[in-house]
């Protein structure tokens, strides 16, 4: 039984007389439904710790129970603000303006979103049941409470009002003003009745058939595994074998076995030397959850179902198809802008593609391999043909980048481009780890603007594997908040008195999760819901983080990162040209693949014609190999069918197309050009930086480029095309 305070049950009441039952709120219904809560909590910021948003969080003090009672406790809260937000706006004489819409929306998401950041936070990074589980009921609870303000009849109208007044209104109050009449459109806030329960119907549904596709591929991928013996993984590194080993503690003398699990899946192309055995384990990978499976498992009629129900989803909501659908919150605008990059890239690059793949069976033919090369071939066969090209190993790598020599040189350059001061401030900062750190941000007057904390290292299964930046804080001047980020990797953990060493990959990783957090921390825009990262049109979220690791083709950016392990030696210009030129290999092969995926995902969902038929044609147009009919790919892609790239999977390769461009502003001022590149670097601080999700995107670009983007620079900084070339 959930107790109710006076005041709530009175905003409850209230609410549920005005507004149409098909908008309506039940304020703690979800609580109710989940069952985690016997009634509101009764936490305070005296006694939860997560309660308190306006100091740093108390890891050491936080349980699982803080973070069920704190975020049940301010979804109520947040969920009234916006009924008596709701109820005043019924209200014909309260005025429609910034003040009495915009700031207390601004107000009531800053507890819940702090609390939910370090809750989030703690799920990944101090994993264990209790925290798993509170964590994956509280999810949908929160994703709920957070759609509630689109759902409003009267919050609707009075961004309507806004809009039509929009001249007066600020670049950021117009984008929060676009944001919610979308958000509120895409919500189904314009239908009727009647298309109203079909767009609930076809929600149901896509929910459902998302998580049946997920399961029927999860249950088809842990179906398999194949015992292997000595000979087949004789050639693994150990650091590799050691995922194939049955026993851990029996690396070297097995048994060993190959699962599914991508990373596992790919490492065993690249290293076994038995081709039959590499086609088993490819067709496997490309057969999971098709009719291969059995039917049980056959994703065929969940593509279809997804592709339908999204389909409806476009109809009722007034879009041609889903691709035009995704295009409202995408920089591309339209899938023929998508379409028209995806057609140019393919033209440009396929020449190269076609060179690399010669040149890679000329490779195997030279060293006794008769056959054709086939998509299983091609790992294997390229492994041993970089390690012929470039001689290098990543263990020799590895020791001219110990991590806190790296920190430092990014701190410089992040200081040299952007005139930001970034200090430790650990002393007194309650951690989740030891290992953990907390960094201060400066602007040029010594005034703290932004904060972090950085947690390096792998930590088994206690953490999850993968880097990211999580959202501890956005800056707000509504509330007075400041940027607060939490930066996680998965780095090799230091060992005996030996630092951390990084490879070439890691570095790069580093540098995008810097992109992230510098476009988070040094926001200029006074608004939680469009600063920094929120907003961020889907394909220029990684915009920023390709420019940052794309000085890693400067020598004098990445010596200054450098100092080896024991001489202290920067990184040769030699050895820093080999890295990129080995950065660089077969990228029209790969290429072309993104391009394919990229092009079929937008065919599922603009064509009607059968997945099957769509996917054997945009093969034979994109891909420099034979179909195999016998092969279901789409049946084993959630990227584009439950995941969050539905026609959106060219997102990435708009961004890199976008990053390109922009760091070549660097290029052509000369990198090595400290006065001119300080010029650019802020130039990019007060427009992609500063602007975020406050600014269409394609207006940041203008503001620093002078120019629509050009997909040249794309081919130039993946070494497909030259400088200046013509074609």
């Given amino acids: 039984m959930i107790v109710l305070t006076k005041k709530l049950l009175q905003i409850s009441r209230v609410h549920h007389r005005i507004i149409t039952k098909r908008n309506k709120y039940i304020v703690l219904y979800a609580l109710c439904h989940y069952k985690i809560l016997p009634e509101i909590p009764s936490d305070t910021p005296e006694n939860n710790p997560l309660l308190r948003s306006n100091i740093l969080p108390q890891f050491s003090q936080i349980t699982t129970q803080n973070c069920v009672n704190a975020i049940g406790r301010l979804v109520i809260e947040y969920e009234s603000g916006i009924h008596q937000l709701d109820q005043k706006l019924y209200d014909a004489d309260f005025q429609r303006n910034v003040q009495n819409v915009i700031l207390p929306l601004d107000r009531l998401s800053g507890p819940l979103d702090f609390a939910w950041g370090a809750f989030k936070l703690l799920y990944t990074v101090r994993r264990n049941d209790n925290l798993a589980d509170a964590y994956v009921k509280l999810h949908p609870r929160l994703l709920k409470a957070k759609r509630e303000k689109y759902l409003s009849a009267s919050i609707y109208g009075a961004f309507k009002e806004l809009k039509e007044n929009e001249k007066q209104l600020t670049e950021p109050v117009r984008r929060i003003t676009d944001k919610h009449l979308l958000e509120s459109h895409l919500s189904g806030m314009d239908l009727t009745d009647n298309a109203y329960k079909h767009f609930q119907s076809v929600m149901k549904k896509l929910d459902q058939h998302r998580i049946n596709y997920k399961m029927k591929l999860k249950n088809s991928t842990s179906s398999f595994y194949h015992d292997l013996e000595f000979d087949h993984v004789k050639h693994f590194p150990r650091e590799i074998l050691k995922l194939f080993a049955v026993d851990s503690a029996r690396i070297s003398n097995g048994p060993w076995r190959l699962i599914l699990e991508p990373h596992i899946y790919q490492y065993f192309l690249e290293y076994c030397n038995v081709r ?70 393919h033209v440009k690059s396929q020449a190269t593609t076609l060179k690399e793949i010669q040149e890679l069976q000329d490779f195997a033919k030279q060293n006794g391999f008769e056959e054709k090369l086939e998509l299983w071939d091609i790992p294997y066969w390229q492994r041993l043909h ?75 299964n206690e953490k999850s594997l993968g880097s990211w930046m999580e959202v501890g804080q956005n800056h707000s001047d509504v509330t007075g908040s400041e940027p607060l980020a939490y930066m996680i990797f998965n780095f090799h953990p230091p060992v005996s008195s030996q630092p951390s ?105 603009t064509k009607r014609e059968f997945w099957t038929n769509v996917t054997k044609r945009m093969w034979l147009q994109y891909m420099p190999f034979p179909f195999d009919k016998t092969v279901f790919q789409p049946c084993s892609f959630p990227e584009i069918f439950c995941d969050q790239y539905p026609a959106a999977y060219f997102s990435n390769l708009w961004a890199k197309m976008i990053a390109a461009d922009v760091f070549s502003a660097f290029e052509e001022v000369g990198l090595d050009e400290n006065n001119k590149i300080q010029q650019i670097g802020h130039r990019f601080r007060d427009t992609f930086l500063a602007l975020g999700g406050g600014c269409n995107p394609g207006e940041v670009f203008r503001k620093f480029r002078g120019r629509d983007p050009c997909i040249d620079a794309l081919l130039v900084s993946s070494g497909i095309m030259k400088k200046n070339h013509s074609s």
Wanted: with cysteine; net charge negative; proline share 3%.
């Fill in 501 to 605: 060493l990084l490879t070439f990959e890691d570095l790069k990783i580093l540098l995008q999760k810097f992109g992230h957090l510098l476009q988070h921390s040094l926001t200029t825009i006074p608004y939680a819901d469009v600063s920094g990262l929120t907003n961020l049109e889907w394909d220029v979220v990684n915009v920023c983080p390709y420019v940052m690791s794309s000085f890693l083709k400067h020598y004098g950016t990445i010596s200054s990162l450098s100092s080896h392990i024991e001489s202290g030696k920067m990184i040769s210009p030699e050895m820093h040209e080999t890295l990129v030129k080995k950065d660089h290999y077969m990228m029209g092969l790969r290429l072309t693949e993104e391009l394919y995926l990229s092009a079929l995902d937008l065919e599922l969902y």
């Fill in 276 to 345: 039959l055995l590499r086609w088993n384990a490819w067709y496997a990978y490309n057969v999971r959850a098709s009719s291969t499976s059995g039917q049980s498992l056959n994703n065929s009629i969940e593509i279809e179902e997804l592709r339908y129900q999204r389909s409806e989803l476009a109809k009722v909501l007034g879009f041609k198809s889903y691709a035009d659908l995704s295009m409202k919150t995408k920089m591309a605008g339209s899938v023929e802008n998508v379409l028209e990059m995806i057609t140019t890239l």
């Fill in 386 to 460: 970089k390690e012929e090209l470039f001689n290098l190993d990543d263990a020799v790598v590895r020791q001219y980048f110990p991590l806190p020599c790296v920190l430092k040189g990014i701190f410089n350059l992040c200081h040299k481009l952007f005139g930001i001061t970034i200090q430790e401030a650990s002393s007194n900062v309650d951690t989740w780890h030891p290992d953990v750190t907390y960094y201060k941000i400066l602007d040029g007057n010594g005034k703290q603007i932004a904060s972090f904390y950085m947690d390096p290292y792998f930590r088994g």
